[in-house]
């Protein structure tokens, strides 16, 4: 009787904690998607911005490819339960949030594109919806160190194996972003 | 004569909202103190003379009653509260001379900075931040002192509340507690945003546990450890209340805790605004009181200190700033 007692209340905790993994997961997962509502108005926004810059860096047509092919890349589809295509989808995003931040870079050149209104109007909504972004980015990455702690520590970690629910990647931010600025490039 | 400078030994640069006050002053205001004060040492010569007189006339018959006739000792109860109620009477023209003081001295200096005083506020509602918990439950409400305008270009209202709870002890008795003694204020917030984000003061584990029920929303964890330990955050969006508490923003919600103390300070987004309710533990905008010269230029730089709290709060929150991430 005593060993149904312990049998039963293990199989209640690895229950709970079955659950509780399944809850981060779920977490996880609906961080996801803030994130791609967020990134898909960074998607909606960008031809735009290229159509007004169209007019004014007419000798840069090469860069302005580069940021649509990176659009194209990061909307594609992917199977937000495999952890490698998640991690795919948010390297693109990142390689097309560093080359949308060359492309302002390069445009800082341009001053008759710099002081035109709809320029600056864009380019106002492209930082409010890299705020919306940035937001979305940190409470992923919130919701996957829940999960990664719970699915790598034991007894978790055999859980997780047996409920086949993996660590999720973090969403890194674009390397341009996190490189100090080299004033020697601007001299 | 001339008088020593308001503002203190900080430096012009430092309040640069204050540059040419004292000539707005010797033109503005201080024939009215003047004039204001010319009234008071007879008014408090006055005080005194009743206050005297009810304490002697109290004190002997206190005596009488006790020695001669041994009447029931509680009567000296009613004795006092005669004399209490007295000295009360007695002072009611002193504070209504402060009070005009205190009008005058904080309409003038609102009236420089470009902003609007009220003594009693006008259009205010605790309703909102009752509901964000941003102050406890109350009975009664004592509010005054309504400052509105726009800061560095940021437009905002603040007043000053006094909230009491009524509790009845077993014998029926009434006791008033007050809960709540500071400013209330809101400021528009440069980041549009439709949901609500508050952030408490923390309470502990313990506390923040049962702290939680009633909140607005959900528990929002961020990654500043040290913000963590000082605020609980909750909010009906965890990416909107990231946009809006930004690494640097917490930093700047810290500096503004270092200013007003971190235990006084409770903050919200609510509808495009920015909630604030800072606990103070005195009695703001006053300057002084019926007692001490109303021309003394202390009083002013007192009120003066407690205006920069406004700006205070735009600086270290940098509200001026018109950028969206």
């Known amino acids: 009787m005593i060993y149904l007692a312990i049998v039963g209340g293990i199989l209640v905790l690895c229950y709970f904690w079955y659950a509780s993994l399944v809850g981060k997961r779920n977490s996880a997962l609906e961080a996801l998607s803030s994130i791609d509502v967020q990134l898909k108005k960074r998607h909606d926004l960008l031809p735009n911005i290229l159509k007004i810059a169209k007019r004014f860096m007419d000798h840069e047509k090469e860069l302005m490819a580069k940021v649509t092919e990176m659009r194209a890349q990061a909307g594609k589809g992917y199977d937000r339960k495999n952890s490698d ?84 990647p973090y969403f890194e931010m674009a390397e341009i972003e996190k490189k100090p600025v080299d004033a020697s490039d601007y001299l | 004569m001339t008088h020593p400078s308001p503002w ?57 009653l006790l020695t001669v006739t041994h009447s029931d000792p509680q009567l000296l109860f009613f004795i006092a509260a005669a004399v209490a109620g007295i000295g009360w009477l007695a002072y009611r023209p002193l504070a209504r001379l402060q009070q005009a003081a205190k009008v005058r001295t904080m309409t003038s200096l609102c009236r420089f900075l470009g902003l609007t005083y009220h003594l009693k506020p006008v259009a205010v509602s605790l309703t909102r931040l009752r509901e964000l918990d941003l102050v406890p439950s109350y009975h009664e409400q004592k509010l005054e002192d309504q400052i509105t305008g726009d800061a560095r270009g940021v437009d905002f209202d603040l007043f000053e509340a006094k909230l009491i709870r009524k509790s009845h002890d077993s014998k029926g008795n009434t006791h008033r507690t007050t809960v709540f003694r500071g400013l209330l204020c809101h400021f528009d917030f440069h980041k549009d945003f439709t949901g609500t984000t508050l952030i408490s003061r923390d309470h502990s ?8 029920f009633g909140k607005i929303g959900e528990r929002i964890k961020l990654e500043d450890p040290e913000f963590e330990r000082l605020f609980e955050v909750y909010g009906t969006d965890q990416v909107e209340s990231r946009y809006l508490l930004t690494p640097l923003f917490m930093e700047r919600i810290r500096h503004l805790g270092q200013r007003v103390g971190h235990d006084n300070l409770q903050l919200a987004f609510d509808r495009g605004r920015l909630l604030l309710a800072i606990k103070k533990n005195e009695n703001s905008f006053e300057g002084g009181n019926a007692f001490s010269d109303l021309t003394d230029l202390s009083r002013i730089q007192k009120s003066i200190e407690d205006l920069t709290l406004i700006y205070d709060v735009v600086d270290n929150l940098r509200l001026e700033l018109e950028t969206r991430v």
Not at chain 1, 86 to 98: D, I, K, P, T
Not at chain 1, 138 to 150: C, D, E, G, I, P
Not at chain 2, 205 to 212: I, L, M, R, V
């Open chain 2, 205 to 212: 584990k313990f506390g923040n546990f049962f702290a939680k």
């Open chain 2, 8 to 64: 203190g030994k900080k430096p012009q640069s430092e309040r640069p909202t204050m540059a040419g006050f004292q000539s707005f002053y010797e033109r503005d205001l201080k024939d009215e103190l003047s004039r204001l004060e010319q009234e008071r040492p007879a008014k408090v010569k006055r005080f005194y003379l009743i206050v005297g007189a009810a304490l002697t006339t109290g004190g002997a018959a206190a005596v009488i």
């Open chain 1, 85 to 168: 295509e998640v991690a795919g989808h948010l390297a693109a995003e990142s390689g097309l949030q560093s080359a949308m931040m060359q492309f302002f870079a390069v445009a800082e050149n341009y001053p008759d594109l710099k002081s035109n209104q709809n320029m600056i109007r864009a380019q106002q909504t492209f930082e409010e919806v890299e705020g919306h972004i940035a937001a979305a980015r940190r409470f992923y990455n919130s919701s996957v160190t829940a999960l990664n702690n719970a699915v790598q520590i034991f007894p978790g970690s055999a859980i997780a194996r047996m409920a086949n629910i993996s660590a999720m």
